[in-house]
């Protein structure tokens, strides 16, 4: 599904360059809810923003269900970004001036007139993730875990190839973080999706198939899922203390 | 069911919950194109021109004003449109992020910027007309009205705001391609809250600052001495770049006040660390504003310091001359006599007293001239016999008129000039005289200068020894003979009485005396028999009519306009009301546009900031803490470009009227006495926009 091979970016501040990814080798497989953890400034928000198209990379490959995204040009960026690939932010991103309807509509309203089984979908996925009763408020008038779960809804509503998300859960309370996790779930077991999420929360992530350490723009251990979620937290925690020992 | 169903649905829905951010781009773009519009209207203005003389210093005024008030509308405008982007850049973001290209939202975005910049720039357009007719208006009903101040347009002036109508639209569309243009994605989503501070100098930034004005204004308004001096040169418009220090100067104070501030920081390093802060980090805009304000508010006052120069200088000279009424006349003409003007105040209860009557001639005297290159730029000097011409009174004639002893020595002369020595007609560089008629030629070579300001006017005055007189005006006909005439009031002096003279003296003349005091006769003779066209009788030269006598134009230019003491006095404000209020409207607007400047830009401290202070007031940051945080930003933007603008331009004014003749005039400091009077004035006016500007954001931010 999404294969990332010898990935390297640096930023320029000044005279400076600071390399930021350094040779990142992994892949994701279609259906698996994939995590990245790591310490700030280890590339994790880099690494998800270079898969995304958001931001140029220096070099190596990103392949995203077959497809090649180094030397694709602005216009075919923009349609694997719209039509393979979902997104959900820390802070929602929602457009304030729609509805949660229309914002879960956004990625379809951008392709096309909208077809009134997207609208269907739309009602479908809202009720799936519990947010069928807010879709005609606006982002200001609901809470910010539903402001997610509407977020997570946006990102499915064109079928992706795989969801994208940036620590989904850091600008939320623990009873709304578990409901978006718990979205994400729903949307793997119902929907088959592929996940790929960003955090810095051992919570979240002990739900996820598998997690990829990364530690100063390399990969430092990629851990799968053999135990319940608990344990599973524990081996993560335990990974990140040894992570940080090792400095 | 979902009412959006496509992109242009969506944008027009985006576009309708985004009004206010909208509003203050409609705004800004609406008064920056009404100042434009209404400026270039009477700027351009037949009421104006006429009364405005070409390539005169108050034209130079007007146009470098015009020119200052532009760039600030121009920095105006760029702000609100940044602003706009700035807020706009989230959701072009998010739809980029979630798949939109470049091609789906450049329509919508163009449409929308050209739509916004076009409506408010046209709107703003069509307002300056009706903005302009209504301040106008307003002078005539309650300062002052005369015959001049009937406004008409020249709708050529339309051109000026259709090219920053364009400027306007071109630069909107050109930054939204710029945002369409951007690969970085995030960039466009995080752009409205990334701060923009500036580089941090030194603290001898602003030292250096104040250095650099001062070389500038000292540079730039001694270039074009210099250029005549040193050059023998007609200062190019380039010259006028020396003036760049300045403008360098005014920047650096400025980012020393958004970085350092002014106020020493040993004795607690952390007052108002927060307010500089919040200034420092959005610094390129906060320099540039309160750079466009200090601009603004100098170009006001530079205005406004106009009325009170141009009118204590000219009170003064009124009050302090030695006669009630003072004229000249050509000999053929029919002009009331002694007689007909003592009957003539009999019917206003006066009588006259010390009547004097002299005789002069006009004669052709020699002199040195600029004659320009073929560059048409640099010329050299030369010597020309017949020159221009001169009243030329025997020293009998000047004692009777003045009461002067003078004692003029065969073959010189004694040239007029007032009390200060200031007068550019006076001619100290003659070697002959010439009779018009006869074309009998004196030697003569200058021998001082007599001082009487009556005399001291554009005609260079000479006085001769009565014999070397009498020789030389032998064969003269009468239009090249004249008169003289003074006398006091014995008793108090009657306006009506003045006004009733005057348009008797006025219509006594024939159309021969109907020319300017700038037309030179001896001149005309000169080029004419050197087959050249004499420029006084092109299409050039002031036209002076009999029937506007009360207009701007008459009483200012008409070779010769008498010297009625209580007419003048009363008539001040009627005769130089076109141009007064011209620099009252100058004044208004710059002042307007600074005002305004200063308002949005405390908005948009308080729309930035507004996290910082919930954030402040979460920490525990008390009411008072919190509105002496908006005070101290508020103050910053109100207070520093008012001090230096306003300070800048006292000084420079003191400068010019210094440099004019190398000393300071006792109607010189009067002026200057005034001038700071309007300043504190201005001053008060500021502090109260500044005092509901806080209240204002207080309310919005929620400060009790």
């Known amino acids: ?247 | 069911m979902s009412q959006i169903r496509n992109m242009t649905q969506m944008e027009r829905k985006l576009q309708r919950a985004d009004r206010k951010q909208s509003r203050l781009y409609l705004f800004c773009n609406f008064m920056a194109l009404m100042i434009i519009s209404a400026y270039s209207a009477l700027m351009l203005s037949p009421t104006v021109q006429k009364v405005f003389p070409k390539g005169g210093d108050s034209a130079k005024q007007m146009y470098m004003i015009f020119v200052m008030t532009l760039v600030g509308c121009v920095v105006f405008t760029v702000y609100a449109l940044g602003l706009f982007f700035r807020h706009k850049s989230g959701q072009l973001g998010i739809l980029m992020a979630l798949g939109a290209s470049r091609k789906r939202l450049a329509p919508g975005l163009y449409r929308e910027v050209v739509f916004l910049s076009g409506v408010s720039a046209i709107a703003g357009t069509a307002a300056g007309f009706p903005f302009v007719w209504v301040i106008w208006h307003a002078f005539r009903l309650l300062l002052v009205d005369s015959s001049d101040m009937v406004l008409t347009f020249d709708f050529r002036c339309l051109f000026i705001s259709l090219l920053f109508l364009l400027l306007v639209v071109g630069f909107a569309c050109l930054t939204a391609w710029r945002y369409l243009k951007k690969t970085n994605i995030m960039e466009v989503i995080r752009e409205e809250h990334i701060n923009e501070p500036v580089k941090e100098p030194g603290r001898w930034c602003g030292p250096v600052g104040f250095l650099l004005i001062l070389t500038g204004a000292v540079l730039g308004y001694g270039a074009p001495w210099a250029c005549h001096a040193w050059f023998y040169m007609f200062p190019p418009v380039w010259v006028s770049i020396f003036y760049a220090p300045v403008f360098v100067g005014l920047y650096m104070v400025m980012l020393h006040t958004v970085v350092h501030g002014w106020k020493s920081r040993r004795k607690n390093p952390y007052k108002n660390i927060i307010s500089r802060s919040m200034m420092k980090f959005q610094g390129k805009q906060t320099v540039n504003n309160l750079l466009v304000v200090t601009l603004l508010i100098a170009g006001g006052c530079f205005a406004i310091f106009y009325l009170p120069t141009n009118a204590v200088s000219a009170l003064v000279h009124y009050a302090s001359q030695p006669y009630d009424y003072f004229y000249q006349y050509q000999a053929d003409q029919n002009v009331p006599d002694r007689e007909d003007v003592e009957t003539l105040g009999k019917g206003y209860g006066l009588s006259f007293k010390d009547w004097k009557e002299c005789s002069c001639v006009t004669l052709g005297i020699g002199g040195i001239n600029e004659i320009y290159e073929e560059d048409g730029l640099r010329y050299h000097v030369e010597y020309v016999p017949m020159l221009q011409e001169a009243r030329v009174l025997s020293e009998d004639a000047y004692r009777t008129l003045t009461g002067q002893e003078v004692d003029v020595k065969p073959g010189t002369y004694m040239s007029l000039t007032n009390r200060e020595e200031t007068s550019l007609s006076a001619n100290n560089s003659a070697r002959e005289i010439t009779n018009m008629v006869t074309r009998k030629q004196l030697a003569t070579e200058f021998a001082g200068f007599l001082h009487y300001d009556l005399l001291a006017k554009e005609i260079p005055v000479c006085v001769l020894d009565n014999e070397d007189y009498a020789a030389i005006s032998e064969g003269l006909t009468d239009d090249w003979r004249g008169q003289f005439v003074s006398f006091n009031v014995d008793g108090e002096d009657s306006y009506p009485f003045a006004n009733a003279f005057y348009h008797l003296f006025v219509s006594s003349f024939d159309e021969s005396c109907a020319r300017g005091s700038y037309y030179d006769r001896v001149q005309k003779i000169r080029e004419n028999e050197a087959g050249k066209e004499y420029w006084g009788d092109t299409d050039d030269m002031t036209t002076i009519s009999y029937e506007l006598s009360d207009s701007f134009v008459f009483r200012q230019f008409w070779v010769y306009q008498p010297d009625f003491r209580i007419l003048n006095q009363n008539d001040y404000m009627r005769s130089m009301a076109v141009m007064l209020m011209m620099f009252l409207f100058i004044f208004l607007v710059c002042m307007i546009t600074a005002l305004v400047v200063c308002y949005t830009r405390c908005q948009s401290i308080a729309l930035n900031n507004r996290y910082i202070f919930d954030d402040l007031k979460k920490l525990g940051a008390s009411p008072a803490f919190l509105d002496r945080e908006v005070r101290s930003q508020c103050g910053n933007v109100f207070r520093v470009p008012s001090l230096v603008g306003t300070s800048a331009m006292f000084l420079l004014y003191s400068m010019i009227l210094y440099a004019n003749d190398g000393r300071m005039l006792p109607t010189e400091w009067m002026s200057l006495g005034v001038c700071l009077c309007v300043t504190a004035m201005i001053g008060g006016v500021i502090y109260a926009v500044y005092r509901s500007t806080v209240k204002a954001i207080k309310g919005q931010l929620g400060i009790v």
């Open chain 1, 1 to 247: 599904m999404l294969y990332v091979k010898e990935l390297y970016k640096s930023y320029e501040a000044g005279k400076n360059r600071y390399e930021v990814l350094k040779g990142i080798d992994f892949h994701v497989a279609q259906g698996e809810f994939v995590a990245v953890m790591g310490p700030s400034g280890s590339g994790k928000t880099t690494l998800l923003n270079c898969i995304s198209c958001y931001i140029p990379f220096d070099k190596g490959n990103i392949r995203l269900g077959g497809m090649e995204l180094a030397g694709m040009n602005e216009e075919e960026l923009a349609r694997v970004r719209n039509t393979k690939i979902g997104f959900v932010f820390q802070d929602f991103m929602l457009l304030d001036g729609l509805t949660i309807r229309e914002n879960v509509l956004v990625p379809r309203i951008v392709q096309e007139e909208v077809p009134a089984e997207a609208e269907k979908l739309a009602d479908q996925l809202a009720s799936m993730f519990g947010i069928g009763h807010i879709l005609n408020k606006y982002p200001a008038e609901i809470s910010g875990g539903e402001k997610q779960r509407a977020a997570v809804a946006r990102s499915l509503i064109n079928n992706p190839l795989i969801i994208l998300a940036d620590e989904p859960t850091g600008n939320l309370d623990s009873k709304s973080s578990r409901a978006v996790i718990e979205t994400f779930i729903n949307a793997k077991q119902k929907m088959h999706a592929t996940i790929f999420m960003v955090t810095h929360d051992s919570f979240a992530a002990s739900f996820c198939d598998r997690v990829i350490l990364l530690k100063d723009g390399t990969i430092y251990r990629q851990l799968e899922k053999a135990q319940e979620r608990g344990a599973f937290q524990d081996q993560l925690l335990d990974e990140i203390k040894k992570m940080g020992q090792e400095d």
